[in-house]
């Protein structure tokens, strides 16, 4: 099941590059939302090949999923790989500048199912799919929301 969507953010490219990838703020927000997230690759700088293990409870039971940064192309592009028992997902997040101070951010996410539960879940979501992608533009939308925020609070300080 393929996710996309695009938003503007009134911040310059290498702002939002930046802020996309403070990965130390990520982990944080995760922990704060009750996700257990351990780094667990020994790269010292940013660069492809990342990798975290989280831990989190989603519907009851406790899920474990591996994410690895796989492609980093900064300013431009950055891509993720997410791995977990029941299914995998590929996210993909582009970075245009459309002038000085806007920024077009495109997010896509594609879930691919390993199990046959996870199968029929995935089946559920693609039956309410306007919901479903209506709450990925507002969570995106919010994210980007965010990340003007900051910008207009770095340039007052």
Sequence with gaps: MKFSTKQDIEAPLVFVHQTLTDFGMWERAAMRRGAEVNRTDTLRQPA??????????????????????????????LAFAGHATTIEALARIELLEMSAKRTRLLITMEVTPKTLGARLFLQSLRLARARVDRSFDQRVAHMAHDIEQRFRGVRRA
């Design 48 to 77: 492809a090949g990342m990798a975290w293990a989280s831990k989190f409870n989603y519907r009851g039971k406790e899920r474990n999923i591996a994410v690895t940064l796989t492609e980093w192309d900064a300013p431009l592009h």
